[in-house]
């Protein structure tokens, strides 16, 4: 009896830990306006995902060559959005391939 709520208990706790963590994630906006990212630095946690909203009325594109997170979500119009999940700590330098002056920062945080 004993033992069978000590079994319980131990999963009870452990699957709250990992529900926990799941909640933890977030999901953050960046829109691109005006050939630019709407914002120029942004500071997620690791597993947070961000999402990068076209607000112009032509194509963007988005990719970074960064070591914590090397992608091209590649290029789509006016209306459309791409997320991406960040796995890995470390700083990520988010541009676009279409306007070379746009440019922005993510920090991922451990
Ligand atoms: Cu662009």
Same mark, same amino acid.
């Given at each position: 009896m *004993?033992?069978? @709520?000590?079994? %319980?208990? %131990?999963? %009870?706790?452990?699957?709250?830990?990992?529900?926990?963590?799941?909640? @933890?994630?977030? /999901?953050?906006v960046v829109g691109q306006k005006d050939k630019a990212f709407t914002k120029q630095t942004l500071e997620i946690q690791k597993g947070d995902t961000v999402e990068f909203i076209n607000q112009d009325p032509f194509f963007h594109n988005v990719f970074s060559l960064s070591d914590a997170k090397l992608f091209d979500l590649g290029s789509f119009p006016k209306g459309e959005s791409r997320k991406i999940t960040f /796995? *890995?700590?470390g700083e990520v330098e988010v541009?676009?391939?279409?306007?070379? /002056?746009m440019l922005m920062t993510i920090t991922v945080k451990e």
């Amino acid at each position: 009896m *004993a033992l069978r @709520v000590k079994t %319980f208990s %131990f999963t %009870f706790c452990f699957l709250s830990l990992l529900m926990s963590i799941q909640a @933890v994630a977030e /999901d953050h906006v960046v829109g691109q306006k005006d050939k630019a990212f709407t914002k120029q630095t942004l500071e997620i946690q690791k597993g947070d995902t961000v999402e990068f909203i076209n607000q112009d009325p032509f194509f963007h594109n988005v990719f970074s060559l960064s070591d914590a997170k090397l992608f091209d979500l590649g290029s789509f119009p006016k209306g459309e959005s791409r997320k991406i999940t960040f /796995d *890995a700590a470390g700083e990520v330098e988010v541009e676009c391939a279409i306007h070379p /002056d746009m440019l922005m920062t993510i920090t991922v945080k451990e």
